[in-house]
């Protein structure tokens, strides 16, 4: 089935877009062949020649960023739905907002990077905000909206840079590794590994839960898959996982031909523009913005000093090509999904394996948005997901984002202490914005205690003075 899915996906836009660079071709015929390639349109657009590479390869680049990120059609919608979000508008505005997103940051920026609704991001939205806070996912979404136009004033400002540099590397470290940790205890809990228990707040739920049993075997399958490798490892892990509870009888099986295909393409008409700006305003929710705009930030800056190098595209001078115009199509995309009705958008780090496979245009991007608006006519199939396949994804980036954690200096505790609470405060409660309070606050009074109060920055006092007026406010 996962064969089936990467085919429906993937063909139908190679070959519209092999149509597009054939006709081109055709265009310039009498030229010589060098002349005909750099007087095509793709060509001369995404300046393949001068990247020195071709159409095929930044298509087949694109198919494969789209097999390793496909798994957020699936997931983001049941995180979403959590928010009280209906699951056809979230899964319509989950594949809407990924694709423009992705054609934008193509065209415009020519970067082989996709973008989508962001893991953590998302959990924070579902979880944290419409969850532990109670608020109306419309208010959240309100909140999303003033985070991306603060994310596009500092972006067009260039006040971005002087934000990245004032927070030390220990901490934009701990932020990654503790939003992680947050995600995977979610994925746990999906799973039904770990349930609430009065004596010790969390406890080990039923293993031979058939639901539980099917998600370890997602778990076990998809990661090792991913030892192996093996590209669009968390897609055929869904998958393989979705057949077997089908077989086993704990998921509905499709009957008919509309089961699978849609009949009439999902819509956002439940949730486009109705995002509560004064809801969120009158909220008066600062933290909330500030954790959205922050995570943002560092989470879409430090995605794309890692997609960049890898692609080549940082000068000598160190500078990275086009990098405004792609915090800025980050920026607007953050707007316009808080309008369609989804999370933060942000960069994926899934954009790798295209660009290992050869993508280092733009090109590559508008392969993966193309994707992204086929995957519309099988959104039925994103129903049929049971919630327990799409947890093991979630315990699986946890993993992932935990590998970051070697690089904080321990030794210096004045360095180690802020970023172990970074990390351990953000899924012990729940809220990614406590674990930024703790980490940021506790870092000025260690710096402070032992004299290295200069190592601090005065845009780092002042966030710290926010959260502890904050927390005192929360109290």
Not at 23 to 30: H, I, Q, S, V
Not at 430 to 443: D, K, M, Q, T, W
Request: proline content about 4%; overall charge neutral; aromatic content about 12%.
């Amino acid at each position: 089935m996962s064969s089936f899915l990467i085919f429906l996906y993937g063909i139908p836009s190679l070959s519209f877009l092999w149509w597009i660079d054939f006709f081109d071709a055709e265009m310039g015929r009498n030229s010589f062949m060098q002349t005909q390639a750099k007087q095509g349109f793709l060509d001369r657009f995404f300046k393949l020649s001068e990247k020195n590479t071709t159409v095929k390869t930044e298509l087949l680049a694109g198919l494969t960023t789209f097999i390793a990120l496909a798994y957020i059609i699936f997931v983001n919608p049941n995180i979403l739905s959590e928010a009280g979000i209906p699951k056809e508008a979230a899964i319509a505005s989950t594949i809407w907002i990924a694709a423009l997103s992705t054609m934008v940051m193509g065209v415009f920026a020519n970067y082989p990077v996709a973008l989508a609704p962001g893991m953590g991001l998302n959990a924070f939205f579902a979880y944290y905000v419409c969850g532990t806070l109670g608020l109306h996912w419309t208010v959240a979404l309100g909140a999303v909206f003033f985070s991306g136009v603060l994310f596009l004033i500092l972006t067009i400002s260039h006040i971005r840079q002087a934000i990245i540099n004032a927070v030390p590397q220990n901490l934009r470290v701990a932020i990654g590794v503790g939003i992680g940790l947050f995600i995977a205890f979610i994925g746990l809990k999906g799973t039904g590994l770990i349930i609430p228990d009065k004596a010790t707040f969390i406890g080990l739920g039923h293993v031979t839960n058939p639901t539980t049993l099917l998600s370890l075997f997602g778990l076990v399958l998809t990661g090792a898959l991913m030892a192996r490798n093996i590209q669009g490892s968390i897609l055929i892990g869904i998958v393989a996982t979705t057949v077997l509870s089908m077989v086993l009888g704990y998921s509905p099986v499709p009957h008919t031909l509309s089961d699978v295909i849609s009949t009439s393409l999902p819509h956002m008409g439940e949730t486009f523009g109705q995002l509560d700006i004064a809801g969120a305003w009158n909220y008066g929710i600062v933290s909330i913005i500030f954790t959205f705009t922050v995570v943002e930030l560092f989470d879409n800056m430090g995605t794309l000093i890692g997609l960049t190098s890898k692609a080549k595209l940082i000068k000598p001078n160190g500078e990275i090509e086009n990098l405004d115009r792609a915090l800025t199509t980050d920026a607007v995309g953050t707007i316009c999904s808080s309008i369609f009705g989804t999370s933060t958008v942000t960069s994926y780090i899934e954009s790798a394996a295209g660009i290992a496979a050869g993508g280092k245009t733009g090109l590559t991007a508008v392969t993966v948005s193309i994707c992204f608006l086929i995957a519309l006519l099988f959104a039925p199939l994103v129903g049929l997901v049971p919630g327990f396949a799409t947890a093991p994804p979630l315990i699986l980036v946890g993993a992932l984002m935990m590998s970051e954690v070697g690089k904080i200096n321990f030794v210096d505790f004045s360095d180690g202490l802020p970023a172990f609470l970074t990390i351990i405060m953000m899924p012990l409660t729940g809220s990614i914005a406590n674990g930024f309070a703790f980490g940021f606050v506790s870092y000025v009074f260690m710096k402070t205690a032992v004299g290295k109060y200069k190592e601090i920055s005065w845009i780092m006092w002042l966030v710290s003075i926010a959260f502890v007026i904050n927390l005192v406010m929360r109290s």
